[in-house]
């Protein structure tokens, strides 16, 4: 189960909180809420794993489609707090050296 919500941050960054898998049976549902919460926004989107246990191949490249729309505003895109398995695969994939990484904030 896959669950996308939005957070108050205040300052210049939307955040947003990703919850449980994101594999090849919720990306569309992922991909949906994902743009609609970034719509034009131009300040930087914060995508807090947190609590997001997996994501697949497809997950990570609607990521990487938000993080081209999120440039084409100005913005950027921020992964806040994955765990390690998340972070893991952020680094095998060499997305660590393409989006901001953050432990905690």
Do not use: H, W
């Amino acid at each position: 189960m896959f669950e996308l919500v939005l957070g108050n941050s205040g300052g210049n960054e939307k955040l947003v909180f990703l919850r449980g898998e994101i594999d090849i049976y919720s990306a569309p549902d992922f991909r949906e809420n994902l743009f609609q919460a970034i719509g034009d926004c131009k300040e930087d989107i914060v995508l807090d794993c947190s609590e997001l246990s997996y994501i697949d191949s497809m997950g990570l490249g609607i990521m990487v489609a938000a993080l081209k729309r999120a440039k084409q505003n100005d913005s950027n895109v921020r992964i806040r707090n994955p765990k390690p398995n998340v972070k893991k695969l952020f680094k095998i994939t060499g997305l660590d050296k393409v989006f901001i990484m953050e432990d905690s904030k």
